[in-house]
Nanobody, 123 residues
Framework: QLQLVESGGGLVQPGGSLRLSCAAS????????IGWFRQAPGKVREGVFCISSSGGSTNYADSVKGRFTISRDNAKNTVYLQMNSLKPEDTAVYYC????????????????WGQGTQVTVSS
């Protein structure tokens, strides 16, 4: 069974950092681009960051530029989203998802999804 599992969410103060992990089971991530998406209450799901299968290219939202980074460790079958300088508007449920590439950071392009992890940025 193909499964993605997110972890690392939590409550953090503005300006703080969190690292999210996306671990795969039942398949290898080597051949997949992995995207991170988020959905805040009452809002549509939006693309945050994506890394290609090789790790050689990325795609990201302007709202996270300079604050978030993405990396992958194919040996551990895991992708990471490092989030720094967090803002209250980053509060959302964060999901990871798999697709063949990162050209379009659009939710419906991604086939396999995790259940999400809550990130709350608040003082």
């Amino acid at each position: 069974q193909l499964q993605l599992v997110e972890s690392g969410g939590g409550l953090v103060q503005p300006g703080g950092s969190l690292r999210l992990s996306c671990a795969a089971s039942g398949f290898t991530l080597d051949y997949y681009a992995i995207g991170w998406f988020r959905q805040a209450p009452g809002k549509v799901r939006e693309g945050v960051f994506c890394i290609s299968s090789s790790g050689g290219s990325t795609n990201y939202a302007d709202s996270v530029k300079g604050r978030f980074t993405i990396s992958r460790d194919n040996a551990k079958n895991t992708v990471y989203l490092q989030m720094n300088s967090l803002k209250p508007e980053d509060t959302a449920v964060y999901y990871c998802a798999a697709h063949s590439d990162c050209y379009a950071l659009i939710p419906h392009e991604f086939e396999y999804w995790g259940q999400g992890t809550q990130v709350t940025v608040s003082s």
